[in-house]
């Protein structure tokens, strides 16, 4: 079932948690909603669920005005971060909840409720803890007897909030295997909430890019990683290295130094953005060439089949740091070491306009330093 | 299980005790403790030892006695019935309020959560008084009442009132702080699996909250059973009619009559015991449940 979010706009107080957002969300899709914590993407699955009424704008399910009607109506399921089992209630009872509050007419017959928590036991792998509390359990095991809990009355879509959030690294990445192949075998719609690029990128169909309550992009998990739209999504998926200059020609000037550009649309004298991939950075030793950008190696981690170099840049008052990604044997080649002065040289720049939106509120800007100023009445 | 947690709570204090960073010097402890156990002793103790040997000085005839005359009686059949209907109606708007003020946002929350909280900072005697003010035969609904033949003041329903007012804020308070720290995500939860409000309520609210509730009655019944100064402004001290057991020790102290005094005070102070005994069941059985499944998910992980 498709879900479509027209035009939604929620506020707490001052704060606008939702800014005028319209999606679609293509049936039988498993589609992640990504960005930072306060960007209103939890806000936006709470809606779609019921559990929260936007101030304005509305929520089509299967084409259906679904805004008025009540959380229980929708026939969504819901996933909690922190699992929200009924903690009085063994794990059969909890899966077998939803099914025994249906009013009488709906409510199937004991055996077959008994028959159906068990299958959906069986799917999440523990049927041998049928007679468990859920104290009883680890955390991976909570979260998906809470999925076998929201999948028991046949949900028309499933929303995810932060499932794996409360998890540690290992089981996370486990469960993020688990619930792909699940609906691989399931095909609900379903929508994710998560704050880990890696891991929506690596689960979903599509991924949504979420900012201040506004959408960035939306599109295809590798679509979004190549061709990010702004400035935010470039910064928010994977390390990137950023340049600060102006236009000329065919050169980004950067403070003193110049880096060679293709063809780009942008006039001379704009002052520009560019952002460079680790992996799109060489280290050239030799000094002697002017291509590039001046850098100081701090660090060099050499780690499984790549290597990460750490450098500093003099950029008029604020220190930058770079980021550089080198196949190992090209590393070791270079012989790099702390403290040595080497040249950046960008395979490939991409460009945004300084003035564009959201430059700012990118998480990669260098940390500016601090000068002094408390006064003397201290 | 609850042995492990237990063998690393003693550890913990232990290693407090033993540590000499953490350790005071020996007159510092024995200086505390014997000042604690006087005053334990002497303030509670001795009275209570006191009302016991009292009633039963002028043995258990004379004690049996006092327990078996008519005002007596009537004073115990009395001081039940009011907290046979005082302590269901608080359990329900105590209920009410808890979960409209834990699990809901609104405007005055913050004032009805102080509310809450009036009984506790206003005298008895204030809230008995403002129950004669509003339906005494000189208040604002005395005329009317007199004319239809309602009783208020000094009657049964005035007894009521007053402490329903003083007992209000018991289950409340109990409720609201662990209704907070439990969340709304289970509620949510099941609301989105399709259970209706009232099963909500039913199947997921109440059972998490049980043993608070429980404990939040017997205290609010032990309070209602042993109030003395809202009921005595708005009882009249009727004899066989509107006297509650704490009145009942009033008139019978005044009266000299010393003996039959501690006699029915004596069963106050047994109501008093014997709600400390299902206190401390009750903390018990909450503390239990909780360890217990605190305790297993630290074994698994």
């Known amino acids: 079932m498709s879900i479509r979010v027209q035009n939604i706009v929620k506020r707490f107080g001052a704060f606008v948690a939702l800014d005028n957002v319209t999606l679609d969300f293509p049936s039988g899709e498993l589609v992640g909603l990504l960005g930072p914590s306060g960007c209103g993407k939890t806000t936006l699955l709470r809606i779609i669920a019921g559990l929260e009424a936007p101030d304005s704008g509305q929520v089509f399910l299967d084409n259906h005005d679904a805004s008025t009607a009540d959380a229980r109506e929708r026939q969504v399921g819901f996933v909690f971060q922190h699992y929200a089992l009924f903690r009085h209630m063994t794990v059969f009872d909890n899966v077998a909840f939803g099914l025994r509050v249906k009013p009488r007419r709906q409510r199937p017959g004991a055996d077959e409720i008994r028959r159906r928590v068990q299958d959906l036991l069986s799917l999440v792998q523990l049927d041998c803890l049928a007679d468990r509390y859920p104290a009883q359990l680890s955390g991976g095991q909570r979260q998906r007897i809470a999925l076998a809990r929201a999948l028991a009355v046949e949900p028309r879509v499933l929303l995810l909030d932060e499932p794996f959030g409360a998890l540690d690294a290992k089981v996370r990445k486990e469960l993020r295997r688990w619930l792909r192949q699940l609906h691989n075998a399931l095909h609900i719609t379903s929508i994710f909430v998560t704050h880990d690029q890696e891991e929506a990128l690596e689960v979903s169909d599509r991924v949504v890019l979420m900012n201040r309550g506004r959408v960035e992009q939306m599109g295809a998990p590798d679509q979004v990683y190549e061709h990010p739209a702004t400035p935010f999504v470039y910064g928010f998926l994977g390390a990137v290295n950023l340049f600060h200059g102006r236009i000329n020609g065919y050169q980004l000037q950067v403070g003193e130094e110049n880096l060679p550009l293709a063809e780009n649309g942008f006039q001379s004298g704009t002052e520009a953005l560019g952002f460079v991939r680790p992996h799109e950075l060489d280290i050239d030793t030799d000094l002697a060439s002017r291509a590039g950008i001046e850098a100081r190696v701090e660090r060099v981690l050499a780690l499984g089949a790549m290597a990460r170099i750490e450098l500093t840049g003099a950029m008029g008052e604020a220190t930058c740091h770079y980021e550089v990604e080198l196949p190992r044997e090209r590393a070791a080649v270079l012989k790099l070491s702390a403290g040595q002065i080497v040249r950046l040289k960008p395979a490939r720049i991409r460009l945004f306009a300084s003035d564009s939106q959201s430059a700012e509120q990118a998480p990669y800007l260098p940390v500016e330093h601090m000068v002094g100023g408390y006064g003397e009445n201290i | ?301």
């Open chain 2, 1 to 301: 299980m609850s042995a492990h947690v237990a063998a690393r709570w003693t550890t913990q204090t232990r290693r407090f005790e033993k540590n000499a960073a953490t350790r005071e010097p020996a007159w510092v402890k024995a200086a505390l403790m014997t000042v604690a156990l006087l005053f334990f002793g002497l303030f509670l103790l001795l009275p209570l030892a006191t009302v016991f040997a009292e009633a039963l000085r002028k043995g258990w005839q004379v004690y049996f006695a006092a327990l078996a005359e008519p005002d007596a009686r009537s004073a115990m059949v009395l001081t039940l019935l009011v907290a046979a209907i005082a302590v269901p109606l608080n359990l329900i708007f105590g209920l009410a309020a808890a979960w409209a003020i834990a699990k809901f946002d609104f405007r005055g929350k913050q004032l009805l959560t102080t509310l809450i909280d009036l009984p506790f900072s206003v005298s008895p005697v204030i809230a008995g008084l403002i129950y004669v003010l509003i339906f005494g035969a000189q208040g604002w609904f005395g005329p009317w009442l007199i004319e239809n033949d309602i009783k208020m003041i000094f009657a049964v329903p005035g007894l009521v009132l007053a402490t329903v007012f003083v007992t209000f804020p018991f289950v409340a308070r109990e409720l609201i702080p662990l209704m907070q720290a439990q969340g709304r995500e289970e509620e949510e939860a099941a609301i989105v699996l399709g259970a209706s409000g009232w099963k909500t309520f039913w199947y997921v609210t109440l059972p998490n909250i049980k043993w608070g509730l429980i404990y939040g009655v017997v205290l609010c019944n032990a309070r209602a059973m042993g109030e003395f100064g809202a009921v005595s402004v708005v009882s009249g001290h009727i004899r066989g009619r509107t006297n509650t057991l704490p009145l009942h020790v009033e008139i019978l102290y005044n009266e000299y009559q010393f003996a039959a005094a501690f006699a029915v005070a004596s069963l106050l102070a047994l109501l008093a015991l014997l709600t400390l005994v299902i206190k401390s069941f009750v903390e018990w059985q909450g503390r239990q449940s909780m360890h217990t499944s605190q305790n297993i998910s630290e074994v698994i992980q």
